[in-house]
């Protein structure tokens, strides 16, 4: 596909930094929209214009459309924090559903060749495993369900109005410009945090819990490359990595990564309402995209350590508009407190 001009919604979040980046390394245009509230400006690279602003807003959603003659969207801008979704519920929907609602609408008007938008495992729900494409998806989280809702809408888009799309399947993404201050998302990032500021590692139950952990080198580049590849199209995909690890395992590599030598201190939550195992089949990906890289688990850690000691913790206020309080974790109902910043939650996409 010859160099064009590509909007990335989310693209000074995590894994739209990485995406806007390797559309950059193939000569397209590039345009960021995001209102970084979870993302940060020096994010996003040197070459591609940055927009301020949210995917709420139609106007400006409109008038970008406009004025640059978008061929490929790429939508990566959400709120994913899973846990929290369930006390935010309008919160999610407007910002999940709404908002990708009007990218869809401006793609149709606009004649947008390919849809690309960054779905989640979390529409699984609690599945048999490994969670493959074919399972059918059953969401027990409103997060998990505005993801799905935006599958459907994208695919009836396409009946009616031939708009294309490719919906990938990420799961518990991490590495560099992640943001490792937030506290309701991230474990991998909040694990690193909380290892800069002398805190102890936090986890909800008994740690049993398994994730396979993907490296963002691993997952930028086949999002970046599916608009060029035919096979893909108005097509869901699985992707990450193949080998789930508990979080109690994960605690211990990621003290090792960030430079522990003793064994790391760790302070256990009560259970929280979360799928207890949820790892995913890849062999669609490999099939259409080709092998791509498996990064080792203790080998993007030590990358991303690098990166978080470099940069310093950070610390990013508690959300404010809890819509139901009824059931909300303790801990995040101390978050408000100035000793707070204690939480680790494990997200099925992350950013």
């Known amino acids: 596909m010859p160099p064009h001009s590509c909007l990335v919604t989310g693209g000074a979040g995590f894994i739209g930094a990485h995406v806007c980046r390797e559309l950059l390394a193939r000569g397209h245009r590039v345009v960021v929209l995001d209102d970084l509230s ?13 927009v301020r602003g949210s995917i709420i807003d139609v106007a400006l959603v409109d008038r970008l459309f406009r004025e640059h003659s978008f061929r490929s969207v790429f939508h990566l801008a959400a709120y994913a924090a899973e846990g929290l979704s369930h006390f935010i519920r309008r919160f999610n929907y407007t910002n999940n559903v709404v908002g990708s609602a009007n990218l869809i609408n401006a793609s149709v008007r606009h004649g ?29 989280d409103p997060y998990g369900i505005a993801k799905h809702a935006v599958e459907l809408d994208l695919a009836a888009a396409h009946a009616q109005f031939g708009l294309d799309s490719v919906i990938f399947r990420p799961h518990n993404v991490y590495g560099e410009f992640q943001n490792i201050g937030d506290r309701y998302r991230n474990v991998i990032g909040i694990f690193m945090n909380q290892y800069l500021r002398g805190e102890p590692f936090t986890i909800f139950g008994d740690g049993t819990q398994t994730r396979a952990f993907s490296s963002i080198d691993d997952v930028a580049p086949a999002i970046a490359a599916a608009p060029e590849i ?10 990450g990595a193949d080998i789930p690890y508990t979080v109690n395992e994960l605690a211990e590599r990621v003290h090792r990564a960030m430079g522990g030598s003793e064994r790391a201190r760790v302070n256990r939550l009560p259970k929280r309402e979360e799928v207890l195992h949820a790892y995913a089949d890849h062999s669609l990906a490999r099939q259409v995209f080709g092998e791509g890289k498996q990064t080792p688990l203790d080998a993007g850690l030590a990358k991303m350590a690098a990166w978080a000691i470099g940069t310093g913790s950070r610390v990013t206020p508690p959300f404010a508009a809890i819509e139901i309080t009824k059931g909300l974790p303790s801990s995040w109902r101390e978050a408000a407190s100035p000793r707070s910043g204690h939480d680790s939650v ?5 950013d």
């Open 38 to 50: 979870g993302g940060f400006a020096e994010n996003v690279p040197e070459g591609a214009h940055f």
């Open 112 to 140: 947008v060749d390919c849809f690309v938008f960054t779905s989640s495992i979390a529409v699984y729900g609690a599945g048999q495993l490994p969670l493959s494409e074919s399972t059918a998806p059953r969401p027990e």
């Open 230 to 239: 035919a096979a893909a199209r108005n097509r869901v995909f699985n992707i």
């Open 346 to 350: 494990i997200e099925h996409a992350e």
